[in-house]
């Protein structure tokens, strides 16, 4: 095994999300059971249209106005107008039919008529809720991943970690610094130097093992004010300065993994092995930071 740069070492994660329904707001949570299909109750729901495509911020930014909590019993949503809805985790078995996430096509169920109904007088237009029961399988892309890794609704990967040292490193550059919700990981960690997470290839968090996948190109979603649904042009803008690769804007490593278990905020983020990544494209001259 390669020696490990000391900018790897003394790595903790700091922060775990939960997004229950894609593209609905996240959920910081203190421990989380790692799922052969990524973080337990992670985007096992979503949203479709009538033909049966998933629908996201990036075309519906008012879907970040709709908070989501984890409950003993099931999922709560909250809308300022509509009111609170609570998705039961046991809910009545139903046919599996196709539904797509970008090209994929993968299975799930219809929730319910009057779940329907909510969210599109919430969202004020018409759509309704899938879930995606246990033994729906969607396989992780094979350029990337072994066969039988999974993943649930998510756009491709099972997990996305980001670096602190990443956040604060490009809010230095930013007109005003944005909140991590911005960028919707799983994985935060503190420790390192910025974008040090675009190296790592096997890392460790409470025995269980991960691999970086690939480098997470960003869209307009990041944009979106998670608080009041306005878009704007940052971060996008300052991220095409300097992390620009192959015309994308890089954020943040997609992870895959092997093994189950429960990772906790505190724990130690070894770094078993790196790779090498080809140089960004600048298209600007980046700032220099004492």
């Not at 979503?46 to 519906?60: S, Y």
């Not at 029961?133 to 039988?148: N, T």
């Not at 996305?160 to 960690?189: C, E």
């Not at 968090?205 to 042009?233: E, H, M, N, P, S």
Request: with cysteine; hydrophobic share 40%; glycine share 6%.
């Amino acid at each position: 095994m390669p020696q490990i740069s000391y900018f790897y070492h003394m790595l903790q994660v700091s922060e775990l999300y939960i997004y229950p329904i894609k593209s609905l707001g996240g959920v910081a949570v203190q421990n989380a059971e790692v799922t052969r299909r990524g973080l337990q109750h992670d985007r096992r729901w979503m949203l479709v249209n009538d033909h049966g495509h998933f629908i996201t911020q990036r075309e519906f930014p008012q879907m970040a106005l709709l908070k989501a909590s984890i409950q003993s019993d099931g999922i709560t949503v909250h809308h300022q107008s509509s009111g609170s809805l609570l998705i039961p985790f046991n809910c009545e078995r139903k046919p599996l039919q196709q539904f797509a996430v970008w090209e994929d096509t993968c299975f799930g169920q219809y929730v319910s008529e009057e779940f329907d109904e909510w969210f599109s007088a919430a969202l004020n237009m018409k759509c309704r809720l899938i879930y995606m029961p246990d033994d729906s399988e969607r396989e992780v892309d094979q350029r990337y991943a072994k066969p039988g890794m999974i993943t649930s609704f998510a756009d491709a990967y099972p997990f996305l970690l980001i670096g602190q040292a990443s956040l604060n490193d490009l809010n230095k550059r930013m007109p005003l610094p944005l909140p991590i919700n911005r960028f919707r990981p799983n994985i935060v960690f503190t420790g390192g130097k910025a974008y040090s997470e675009d190296l790592m290839n096997e890392i460790e968090i409470a025995g269980i093992t991960f691999y970086g996948a690939k480098l997470c190109a960003r869209c307009v979603l990041t944009t979106i004010d998670q608080q009041t649904a306005v878009k704007a042009k940052e971060p996008l803008k300052t991220l095409a300065s300097y992390r620009m690769k192959n015309n994308k804007i890089m954020f943040g490593q997609n992870l895959i993994h092997e093994n189950t278990g429960i990772i906790s905020v505190g724990d130690e983020l070894k770094v078993l092995s790196t790779h090498t990544e080809e140089r960004f494209i600048v298209a600007k001259k980046p700032i220099t930071t004492a």
